[in-house]
């Protein structure tokens, strides 16, 4: 058990018959039952789904980015503003990237181009330099330079003011090779230690977790665990290059998991798809986050326990009843798959944040099955 | 007083001071306070805002557009539903209107570009034939031709399901000579003599109202309200070309006003920004509708007391106040107008939902304000 005055993970229970786990962390905003999926409000909100609203559904730890706040509205702003949390008015967790993500996402496009694109750099345009001080970068709202590094992308982390925050690391492509990686992960964790004791200077109430890197290389993903989890950071993410798919991707967590700190509560970065979820929960993963469940509800795709439905699928127009019958979404307790069908068709931007609402109550309520059955040996 | 098992109107008091007057409409789904806004929810909601919200904030009658209903999701399949209230799960009362005026608009262009346009005939290829028996148009979503008559529109209308519903009228360009407006005005006055007795065969618990037409012609009116006003109406709108600009409209609507019968509950079409209501709450008008407030929104123009204020204004990026101290929106009881400014600078869809639930709070409050002012003979 990790714990201090204002963070603590315990341990409730280790399944019989995985590596499954039901947890909590304790935080200044409150609880996280783990395993927990994590929306991500990019900006401070989930799209289309005010904070309100959210609080009220109970979903206990948001993923807000650094880089994009950094931008707009600057963290200065924020922390005027007396913090994240009163600034965007949500009343429970938060946790904030480094921004170390977008910088690499602006040099070599996102991680799925770039699997497409074999690590060649694209729209790197922005990206002005990236030395082992850090990354100097423009912004894409004025033009601005600006300086990510370990100590200015925890400063900006301290003043949005998140309860759980992210060292910052170099990320490298899919493709890039074995010396390329090695490379990287050395500085990675030289950034990530300069992170550490940044954080240290003024701990906020605030707690830091690494990332963990090293691709689909078991060999380096041991090295940067064996080098992270010797400094005391209060968790363990595991970023980078996850794998090309779902399959390379519990591969390498089945040989990675193992090497982690059982008393440390861990978070998979960008990984939210249920097919995932399914694979990754019996390992032992606490946390983890996706913008999956909104982006889908904004295309119309709602998640049921039948699986994903088309909000346009043959007869659901007709559907006088809610997308799913024993929901107790929002949605679902007052609007018919009809109704919401109709919003869609006739473009009423409500109807996203009815998806939206309900998306995200099947995501709360799959995680506390997912729990309900850790703690009776299912999983 | 009209008055009958589900429709009554009664006038609480009439101002001293001018024909301002408070009064009451009963419904199946209960009261409107008069003078009342009316907003607009073209397709069974306000843009960016969900029914259930828009309830607990005790918004009392929405205008709904049949000419929308019919063509998607048809009001066939909101009669299968239970009607409107059930489909869009709003519990207050509701108004449709006949579906003529979107006809006309397809026929001439909008209200402001046939004005600019002096009546020539634009979009119209989709209105096939006008013809006595009514207007054959073709559906712009699967190109289907369907006829609008006054017994189809009335029938659409019973089919929705609103408390109040309205008589089916043809609306002539703004430029229309007097021989054209007179010819138009008679067909109008059989038109909605065959909605009446189209209503009579099932009443369906719902008022109808007659639309008094003559554009900004005072005898015109003058005859149309003679005309309308002999039949058992429930109640008047005040539809047709109500003038160029906000001052021809309160010329025509001081020669009409005391030609309407005292005890039946008027309504005037398709107006709503506060300068006109200043000027048409002292001439005695009960209900208005106007999708103003909620489109002002969606462009980042919040109301307040002070007048319009567009959210990126200066200073609004640091204003950890709400958008109005006193205002009781579930908006500024929550958020700071920092934070929608910022939402709207990271074009979040959210913004647009909060800025609407203000500018409609707005609008509720200021109408009761009206009502408290015309109570005391200050208006």
Redesign the interface.
């Known amino acids: 058990m990790t714990s201090n005055d204002f963070f603590k993970f315990e341990i409730i229970y280790k399944s019989k018959k995985s590596g499954a786990r039901v947890g909590r962390i304790y935080t200044p905003h409150g609880i996280i039952d783990t395993p927990c999926f994590v929306a991500v409000g990019t ?8 904070n ?1 609203t959210l609080d009220e559904m109970g979903l206990q730890l948001m993923f807000a980015n650094t880089y ?1 706040l950094i931008l ?2 600057g963290s200065k ?1 924020i922390a ?3 913090g994240i949390h009163k ?3 949500r009343s429970f967790p938060i946790i904030t990237d480094s921004g170390g993500f977008q910088v690499f996402s602006l040099a070599y496009g996102g991680v799925a181009q770039e699997l497409k694109s074999k690590g060649q750099k694209k729209h790197d345009s922005s990206v002005i330099k990236i030395s082992e001080e850090g990354v100097l970068f423009r912004s894409y709202k004025d033009g601005a330079k600006i300086l990510l590094t370990p100590e200015t992308s925890i400063q900006a982390q301290k003043e949005i003011g998140a309860d759980i925050i992210v060292s910052f690391d170099e990320l490298l492509p899919y493709h890039a090779d074995s010396k390329q990686l090695l490379k990287s992960l050395d500085r990675t964790h030289r950034w990530e230690k300069r992170s550490l004791d940044e954080h240290k200077k003024n701990i906020n109430k605030q707690a830091l977790y690494a990332v963990l890197h090293g691709g689909v290389d078991k060999d380096l993903r041991k090295k940067s665990c064996d080098n992270l989890t010797k400094l005391d950071f209060d968790g363990f993410a595991i970023g980078g290059s996850v794998g090309k798919d779902r399959f390379e991707m519990f591969d390498m967590l089945k040989s990675l998991m193992p090497n982690l700190p059982q008393d440390k509560p861990n978070h998979l970065l960008g990984i939210g798809d249920l097919e995932s979820i399914a694979g990754i929960v019996p390992l032992g993963i606490d946390t983890f986050d996706s913008s999956h469940p909104t982006r889908a509800a904004r295309h119309g795709l709602l998640f049921t326990k039948k699986g994903l439905m088309r909000i346009f699928k043959s007869g659901n ?2 559907n ?1 009843g809610p997308i799913e019958t024993d929901c107790s979404c ?1 949605t679902c307790q ?3 798959l ?2 919401v ?3 869609f ?2 473009h ?3 109807g ?3 998806a939206t609402i309900h998306n995200i109550q099947f995501m709360i309520d799959l995680m506390k099955d997912y729990r309900f059955k850790i703690l009776n040996d299912q999983i």
């Open positions: 900006n401070g909100t989930l799209k289309a789904l005010d309100k994009h707009q509205p702003l005027q503003a007396g600034f965007a008015k127009a007709l006088h929002i007052n609007y018919s009809s109704y069908y109709h919003l068709k006739a009423e931007l409500i996203l944040t009815l």
